[in-house]
């Protein structure tokens, strides 16, 4: 089944782009990603970025 998922996300079928909704900086995962996560119902996934 895992694949079949993959393989829809591949294809184009299923656009995960939505699903982003902020972004971050690497430093600041503790004060303010974590914070968002756990306090928010809005937050879906949130990308780290290291720079």
């Not at 393989?7 to 299923?14: A, M």
């Amino acid at each position: 089944m895992t694949s079949s998922a993959i393989d829809l996300v591949r294809s184009g079928k299923i656009d995960l782009a939505p699903f982003v909704t902020s972004k971050i900086l690497a430093e600041d995962i503790i004060s303010d990603g974590f914070d968002r996560l756990t306090n928010s119902q809005d937050e879906v996934k949130i990308l780290v970025s290291m720079s």
